[in-house]
C-alpha cells in the first residue's frame, strides 16, 4: 500500500484533541540560534555549501522582506509573530543533505512510519506489489523533516525515465542553471510578505524537473512534519514540466502537538511549458490547536503555477483540514495560448480554526480557461473565507471562467463567507459565478441515524457527498485518506 | 406473553422555542403493547400525534419524553440513541423522507445495512453482494435500478419516496417496523407493491405498527389490532374489522368519549 497517510484504522480513532501526529520524535538536533538577521542567513547558506549566487539571492529577498509588511487583508486574526523569536534552521544532526535509506537515523525512519509512510516499504514494495496489484500506483516520497529532507525514494526508477526528482539543496548543486532560471520566476521575491521571509531563509522541499515528451511514470509526493520546538518551516517547492510533459505531485503535511504556535511559510512555483499537465494536490493536515484555540500551525503559503506554454495545464486540488491559521491561495497565471487553470479545493475548519483560502485565476492570453470549485464546511466555532480573484486581461480573447463556491456549514456558532474579485479587460470574456450556502440540518441526521448510522457517519457521508466532485480530482488513494481525514476533522462538531 | 413493545403512560412534548417554556405537550398518557409477531395499526384523526408517537420512538431530538416509560425488547428504549435503537432492530419509514443530496442512495443504503450489521455482530457486505441483494429487492418492488444510483430522496416522487423506505426496510431486516402512513399518495398498484415488501418480512418474529389512513391498506395487510390514537392518547381498541366501521362512520363516534 503506497500512500502517504495510511494506517486508516488508527486514523479513525482520532479525536479533534487527539491528533494522532501529535508526538515528538527526539533526535539530535543542529539548531541556529533564534532570531533573523543577515549572520543566520548566512549561516543557512553555509550550513547547505550553497554558491555565492544563491546566498546573494537570500539576502536579496532578506532585505526587501525588511520593507514589506504582513498582509491585513485576511479575514483571519493571531497575534504578531515574533520574527525573533523563532529558529531558522533544525536538521538532524546525522543528516547532512540527501542520501540512501541506509544512512538515515533508524529514529527518522520510525518517525516516517509513525505518520504511516514507510520510506522503506516505499521501495520494496515498489517491485513486489506492482505484481500483485496491478492498480497500485508507486509514489515516489521526498520526506521534509524539519528544515531538511530525508530521503527521495525511488531515485533509479525515475531516473530512467528522466526525471528528476530531488530536495531542492541538491537541485542547488546539482542544477544551479535550472535553478537561477526559474527560481522565483514564478512567485517574485518580493510578491508578498511571506514569500519574501520564504526566500530568504528557505531551508528545503523539493524539485522536479519532467523533460520533454515525458510522462512522469509514477506519483510524485513530500511529506513534511515540523519536529522540533519554535522552528518555522519554510520550503521551497519549484516543479517544471518541459514541453508535452505530465506529472502529478502530492503533498501532505503533519506536526507535533504544542501549546504554541508554529509557523510554516512556503512557496510552491510551477512553470508548464507547451502541451503539458501539471495536476498538484494537497492533503493538509498540520496541528489545528487544541479545542480551546491554543496552539497550532500558522499556514501561510504562496502556490502559483505559469502556464506559460500554449496548451499547458495546470491544476490544483487542495484538501484542507489542519492548521490553526491557513492563507492560501494557489494561483495559475494562463499565458500560453489555450491553456487551462483548475482550482478543487475542499477547506474544512472545526473548533477554533480560521481559513482565508481561495485562488487566483490570471487569464493573460486567448482561448484560456480556468474552472474554480470550492468547498467550505465550517463547524464548531471556526471561520472560513473562500477569496478568488479571476482577472481577464486585454488579450484573453474568448477566455472564460466558471466559479462554484459551496459552503456547508454544521452547528450554529460558525461562519462561511465568499469574497469573489471579478476584474475583465476584455469584453469577449466571459465569467460565471455560482455560490450555494447549506446546513446538514438536524432531520438529516436524525435521518441517518434511524437507518443504524452514528452521528459522526452521519455527518461524514454528508460531508463527504458535498465535497465529492472535489475528491474525485484527488489521486485515487489520496481520495480514500482524505474522505477519512474529513471525517475525523469533524468529530464532535455536533453536540 | 412475550411482548416486542410495551409503551406505559407515555407523555412527551415537542420542543418548540416560540413557546414560554419551550415544550409544547403532544403524548398525553399513552399506552400499548405489541406482542412478538404482531401487527398493529394506529388511525387517527390529522394532528392527534400519530408521527410524534413514532418519532419519540425512534428517539428524534425534537421530542422530550416527560414521563412514563417505553420496553423494547425488555430494555428501557428511551434511554437509547437513535442508532442504537436502529441497530437493536426497530424501523421507522418516514411519513415524509429527507433529501440527503450529494449522498448516493447504493452507498447510503450500503453504509446503513453495514453499520446495523456490525453492530448486531454480523459481518459486513461488500460491495458486490450488497448490490446484487440492492437489485433484487429493488426489482421486487419495482423500484427502478436507476434509483439507486441517485442521491438520496433528492428528485423523488412522493411515491418513489415511499418505496425507498421500504426497500431500506427489507434491506435492513428489522424485527419492529414503524410505517408512518408509507401507503398515502400512493397509486393501487404502488400500495399493492408497498403492501408485499412489508408482508415479505412477516414472520413469527416480526412485529410492525403501521400508521394508516385508508382501510384498503388493510386489504393487502392483515392487522391483529387497530388502536385509535386522539388527542396524544389511545382512546380505543378493536379487531380488523374496526377500520371498516371508521371508513364508514368518521372518528365522530369515538371522539366524542374523550375528555381533554
Ligand atoms: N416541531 C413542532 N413544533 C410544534 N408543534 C409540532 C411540531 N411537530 C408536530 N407538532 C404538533 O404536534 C401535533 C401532532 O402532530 P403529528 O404527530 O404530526 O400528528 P399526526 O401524525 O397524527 O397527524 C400537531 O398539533 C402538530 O402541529
Ligand atoms: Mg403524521
Not at chain 1, 516543479?239 to 510554516?264: F, M
Not at chain 2, 388511525?43 to 408517537?53: I, Y
Not at chain 2, 425534537?62 to 412514563?68: E, F, L, M, Q
Request: hydrophobic share 35%; proline share 4%; glycine share 8%.
Amino acid at each position: 500500500m503506497n500512500k502517504p497517510v495510511q494506517n486508516q484504522a488508527l486514523l479513525k480513532q482520532l479525536k479533534i484533541d487527539a491528533y494522532k501526529w501529535g508526538f515528538e520524535t527526539d533526535i539530535e538536533m543542529d539548531i541556529l540560534p533564534k532570531g533573523l538577521n543577515e549572520d543566520i542567513i548566512r549561516s543557512i547558506s553555509a550550513r547547505k555549501s550553497e554558491p555565492n549566487w544563491m546566498l546573494e539571492w537570500r539576502l536579496k529577498s532578506y532585505r526587501l522582506w525588511l520593507t514589506m509588511e504582513p498582509p491585513q487583508w485576511g479575514k483571519v486574526a493571531h497575534p504578531e509573530i515574533d520574527y525573533q523569536d523563532l529558529h531558522y534552521y533544525a536538521a538532524p544532526k546525522k543528516i547532512k543533505g540527501p542520501k540512501s535509506l541506509d544512512e538515515v537515523d533508524p529514529e527518522l525512519l520510525k518517525t516516517y512510519a509513525k505518520l504511516g509512510i514507510s520510506l522503506r516499504e516505499q521501495e520494496i514494495l515498489a517491485g513486489v506489489e506492482k505484481t500483485e496489484n496491478k492498480d497500485v500506483v508507486p509514489v515516489a516520497i521526498d520526506a521534509v523533516f524539519d528544515s531538511v529532507s530525508i530521503a527521495t525514494t525511488f531515485k533509479v526508477t525515475l531516473a530512467k525515465a528522466g526525471v528528476v526528482f530531488c530536495s531542492i539543496s541538491e537541485a542547488i548543486q546539482n542544477y544551479p542553471e535550472m535553478i537561477q532560471k526559474y527560481l522565483g520566476s514564478v512567485v517574485p521575491q518580493g510578491d508578498n510578505y511571506y514569500a519574501a521571509l520564504n526566500s530568504a531563509v528557505f531551508t528545503d522541499g523539493s524539485f522536479v524537473y519532467i523533460p520533454k515528451g515525458v510522462k512522469c511514470p509514477m506519483e510524485l509526493s513530500t511529506y513534511f512534519r515540523i519536529n522540533a520546538k519554535n522552528t518555522g518551516q519554510f520550503e521551497r517547492t519549484l516543479i517544471i514540466a518541459d514541453d508535452r510533459a505530465t506529472v502529478s505531485y502530492l503533498e501532505g503535511c503533519t506536526a507535533p502537538q504544542r501549546d504554541e504556535n508554529q509557523l510554516h511559510a512556503a512557496v510552491v512555483e510551477l512553470v508548464a511549458m507547451e502541451d503539458t499537465f501539471i495536476k498538484y494536490s494537497t492533503v493538509q493536515n498540520w496541528y489545528p490547536g487544541d479545542k480551546d484555540g491554543n496552539g497550532g500551525i500558522y499556514n501561510f503559503v504562496t502556490k502559483r503555477g505559469a502556464c506559460r506554454g500554449a496548451r499547458s495545464r495546470i491544476s490544483w486540488t487542495q484538501v484542507e483540514t489542519g492548521s490553526a491559521i491557513t492563507w492560501k491561495y494557489p494561483s495559475c497565471i494562463l499565458q500560453g495560448e489555450s491553456s487551462i487553470g483548475e482550482f478543487y479545493s475542499v477547506a474544512v475548519t472545526n473548533g477554533h480554526q480560521q481559513a482565508d483560502t481561495g485562488t487566483k485565476m490570471i487569464h493573460i492570453g486567448a482561448n484560456t480557461r480556468s474552472t474554480i470549485l470550492a468547498k467550505t464546511i465550517s463547524a464548531g466555532n471556526s471561520d472560513s473565507t473562500y477569496r478568488g480573484l479571476v482577472r481577464m486581461l486585454p488579450n484573453a480573447r474568448n477566455s472564460r471562467n466558471f466559479t462554484e463556491c459551496d459552503s456547508l456549514l454544521i452547528g450554529n456558532h460558525c461562519g462561511a463567507h465568499t469574497v469573489p474579485y471579478i476584474e475583465s479587460k476584455n469584453s469577449t470574456a466571459k465569467i460565471e459565478h455560482e455560490a450555494t450556502t447549506s446546513k446538514i440540518s438536524e432531520e438529516q441526521l436524525f435521518y441517518c441515524q434511524q437507518r443504524g448510522l452514528t452521528k459522526e457517519a452521519a455527518i461524514g457521508l454528508i460531508v463527504n457527498g458535498f465535497c465529492k466532485d472535489v475528491l474525485k480530482e484527488l489521486p485515487m488513494e489520496f481520495a480514500v485518506e482524505a474522505q477519512q481525514l474529513l471525517q475525523i476533522s469533524l468529530e464532535g462538531s455536533v453536540g | 406473553m412475550n411482548m416486542i413493545l410495551e409503551i406505559k403512560e407515555l407523555h412527551a412534548s415537542v420542543i418548540d422555542d416560540t413557546l414560554k417554556n419551550g415544550l409544547k405537550p403532544i403524548l398525553k398518557g399513552v399506552n400499548l403493547s405489541i406482542p412478538v409477531g404482531e401487527t398493529h395499526v394506529i388511525m387517527g384523526p390529522n394532528g392527534s400525534g400519530k408521527s410524534s408517537l413514532s418519532y419519540v420512538l425512534s428517539g428524534h431530538p425534537s421530542y422530550k419524553v416527560t414521563s412514563g416509560s417505553v420496553t423494547f425488547k425488555n430494555q428501557n428504549l428511551l434511554k437509547m440513541s437513535p442508532d442504537e435503537r436502529a441497530a437493536a432492530g426497530l424501523f421507522l419509514a418516514f411519513q415524509s423522507p429527507v433529501e440527503l443530496p450529494g449522498v448516493n442512495n447504493a452507498n447510503f443504503l450500503r453504509t446503513a445495512v453495514n453499520s446495523v450489521r456490525k453492530a448486531r455482530g454480523e459481518s459486513e457486505l461488500d460491495a458486490v453482494s450488497f448490490l446484487k441483494l440492492a437489485r433484487q429487492l429493488a426489482k421486487n418492488l419495482s423500484f427502478p435500478a436507476d434509483m439507486l444510483k441517485r442521491n438520496v430522496n433528492v428528485g423523488f416522487s412522493g411515491g418513489e419516496k415511499k418505496r425507498n423506505e421500504v426497500l431500506q426496510m427489507s434491506l435492513l431486516q428489522p424485527s419492529f417496523a414503524i410505517l408512518d402512513e408509507t401507503d398515502s399518495g400512493l397509486d393501487i398498484d404502488a400500495l399493492r407493491i408497498v403492501a408485499e415488501g412489508v408482508n415479505s418480512l412477516q414472520s413469527p418474529s416480526f412485529s410492525s405498527l403501521i400508521i394508516t389512513h385508508h382501510q384498503r391498506l388493510l386489504d393487502y395487510i392483515k392487522p391483529d389490532y387497530i388502536h385509535i390514537l386522539a388527542k396524544g392518547r389511545i382512546i380505543f381498541i378493536g379487531g380488523p374489522e374496526l377500520s371498516l366501521q371508521l371508513e364508514k362512520e368518521g372518528y365522530a363516534r369515538f371522539l366524542g368519549e374523550v375528555n381533554e
